[in-house]
């Protein structure tokens, strides 16, 4: 089953030191908005979020639809597809999608260690 293209998503307490830590890690700015506080940052097929002030806790992100560098994959499986099939595995949801939508929509998960996983469909 695929889930998308990954990255991981880091809660940053001041986004102008984290841009600037991950800048000398080799990271660039490959999206984003810092006024909004929130970076997407890039090295090679490494990607990372940095999110001040809009999560709680670091989370696993993944987004069906898209390659690592935000280009469009056909076919791709649908989020609600993926929420139905996670749902008939016994997974349980922090936050669903609607089912009766289209288009974007995203759902949150938990691993048995309590660390959440975002499914993020933008498309």
Same mark, same amino acid.
């Given at each position: 089953?695929?889930?998308?293209?990954?990255?991981?998503? +880091? /809660?940053?307490?001041?986004?102008?030191? $984290?841009? @600037?830590?991950?800048?000398?890690?080799?990271?660039? !700015?490959?999206?984003?908005?810092?006024?909004?506080?929130?970076?997407?940052?890039?090295?090679?097929?490494?990607?990372?979020?940095?999110?001040?002030?809009?999560?709680?806790?670091?989370? +696993? /992100?993944?987004?069906?639809?898209?390659? $690592?560098? @935000?280009?469009?994959?056909?076919?791709?499986?649908? !989020?609600?597809?993926?929420?139905?099939?996670?749902?008939?595995?016994?997974?349980?949801?922090?936050?669903?999608?609607?089912?009766?939508?289209?288009?974007?929509?995203?759902?949150?998960?938990?691993?048995?260690?309590?660390?959440?996983?975002?499914?993020?469909?933008?498309?």
């Amino acid at each position: 089953m695929s889930i998308g293209a990954f990255s991981i998503s +880091l /809660t940053v307490k001041d986004i102008h030191a $984290s841009r @600037a830590f991950y800048e000398k890690l080799g990271f660039s !700015v490959f999206g984003g908005n810092i006024d909004e506080h929130w970076l997407i940052m890039k090295n090679d097929d490494c990607i990372i979020g940095l999110f001040q002030g809009m999560f709680e806790k670091n989370m +696993l /992100t993944f987004n069906p639809g898209w390659d $690592s560098s @935000a280009q469009e994959v056909n076919p791709f499986k649908d !989020v609600r597809v993926l929420q139905e099939e996670l749902r008939e595995k016994g997974i349980q949801f922090l936050i669903e999608t609607d089912v009766n939508t289209e288009g974007p929509g995203h759902f949150i998960i938990e691993d048995p260690d309590g660390n959440p996983i975002l499914v993020d469909q933008h498309r």
